[in-house]
């Protein structure tokens, strides 16, 4: 039994030797935050998804329209305010499964604006890979912090893109005690 030991110590010290000498593949730096990576593993399913859509704000500037604040209810419904706009427009939000070109099942979250079809927003479902639509958008945050649900028009035109969600929040809080906002 005791051979069968030295043996077996004697193959792994020769293996941790061969396994030192060898150039590792293994990174050396610091890991790095893949915050788009993360919201696709986090919010692959339609749970996810929509537990990540759900009573949140959120900021978003990509696109073909004007940067856009949004207010996303627990119900459905979608409440945006565009950068040059008083209006407050009202939409709706859905978590969907579908299918890509290959054939795999993947999770979309899909938004349209009845009667809607402006600085970017559209009367039509327009949806985008989940993973994709959440890493994408600059800043979200939980709650209603614009006090934006069932408002039909804001307290002012932002009149350029937000450096972020505070910046506009700070606005509407110096303004809210002069107004029955």
Known sequence: MSSLRSVFACTLAALALVACSQPSDAPTAPAVAMPGIDYAVENSTTHGAARAMRNHTWL???????????????????????????????????????????????????????????????????????????????????GDALQMSGRTQALFVIDKTPANLAEIEGRVASIKGLSNY
């Open 60 to 142: 978003w500037t990509r696109g073909g329209g004007p940067a856009q604040i949004h207010y996303s209810t627990a119900d459905g419904r979608d409440f945006v305010w565009l950068v040059g706009q008083r209006r407050i427009f009202q939409g709706e939000w859905t978590v969907q499964n579908t299918s890509d070109s290959s054939g795999q099942q993947i999770t979309q979250i899909c938004l349209r604006y009845p009667g809607v079809n402006f600085g970017g927003l559209s009367a039509t479902l327009t949806c985008r890979p989940a993973g994709t639509f959440l890493g994408e958008m600059q800043q979200r945050e939980g």
